[in-house]
């Protein structure tokens, strides 16, 4: 028996999650599903994921799955990213990300097109079984990427939205995709694991001031726009508190576009490198962005061939 998919009737021209364009927070309610498929104890996922964690997903916005990938497949994963690493510290390209004030690779974009392994792994069949129930429909990569967060040196990714980014920048028209962090060593609470705030992925939190032009050149490095305010932050926190999924190499970290989610600077010795692969629904494709300015390159936000 096939999953019972939810109707969503949108018009996608309609910018209806505004922001970057007044001087203050005005919050919005989200109008789009979360989970966008109907479970049934005939559904083929069942044997993936329970109902349980996809009830958790729904309310909370996120899920956490420990030990996905084990064994000689994650060493593979390691093994390659180490290796990516490496190749790319001589390199001037622009999907290779360094750190803000210095040189250290901080980001390599594209893994997926650029890697055989990587590509292969954005296909695994267990874990796009998961994607497209959430979903509820046939998926692309949006996005995909290797975060290097070294001992001592790992820098902070500040809190955010990836949605109301790639809604902004890149055209993203609804919430209908989500991000998948693969640990590739053992997440802890002390080395700057990501934090995320179960349940504000219900609320629309539009960011104050206009987008510089090629914004996207700093905001990898260090984003200072696109951000929410600290008000807002603060009032987030108080509501629903935070969260910070963390578990060996090989666990996976499913989250919804929406969910308002950071991760502190590493100043420990136990390094923290994550790949992540943002799936966008087909029938949610990316249009012009809604900022009005030019799309972001396709290494950041993919829209050839989909």
């Not at 963390?246 to 996976?252: Q, R």
Request: hydrophobic share 30%.
């Amino acid at each position: 028996m096939s999953d019972t998919k939810i109707s969503v009737d949108v018009d996608l021209t309609k910018d209806v999650y505004p922001s970057r364009i007044h001087t203050e927070p005005q919050w919005l309610p989200r109008q789009d599903p979360v989970v966008y498929s109907e479970w049934s104890p005939e559904s083929p996922i069942r044997k993936v994921i329970t109902k349980e964690q996809v009830e958790s997903y729904q309310k909370n916005g996120y899920l956490f799955l420990e030990r996905f990938f084990e064994g000689e497949e994650l060493k593979g994963y390691q093994q390659e990213a180490r290796q990516f690493q490496e190749s790319s510290r001589g390199q001037q390209v622009d999907e290779i990300i360094r750190e803000p004030g210095g040189d250290e690779v901080r980001s390599i974009f594209a893994v997926h097109r650029n890697q055989p392994v990587f590509r292969e792994l954005s296909q695994h069949p267990r874990l796009l079984a998961i994607i497209e129930f959430l979903l509820g429909s046939s998926v692309y990569i949006h996005q995909s990427r290797i975060n290097y967060k070294p001992g001592f040196t790992g820098k902070e990714f500040y809190w955010h939205s990836d949605f109301e980014t790639w809604h902004v920048e890149d055209g993203m028209p609804r919430m209908r995709a989500l991000s998948c962090s693969i640990a590739l060593e053992d997440n802890y609470s002390f080395n700057g694991p990501l934090m995320v705030l179960p349940g504000s992925q219900q609320i629309f939190v539009p960011c104050i001031g206009q987008t510089p032009d090629d914004h996207y050149k700093e905001s990898l490095r260090k984003q200072q726009y696109g951000v929410p305010d600290h008000d807002s932050l603060t009032e987030l926190v108080k509501r629903f508190g935070i969260d910070t999924p963390v578990g060996p190499a090989g666990s996976i970290l499913l989250f919804d576009c929406n969910i308002m989610h950071g991760s502190n600077s590493n100043i420990t010795p136990y390094p923290r490198s994550n790949i992540f692969m943002v799936y966008n629904s087909v029938e949610n494709k990316v249009v012009q962005p809604y900022s009005g300015q030019k799309p972001r390159p396709e290494y950041i936000a993919a829209r050839q061939g989909i």
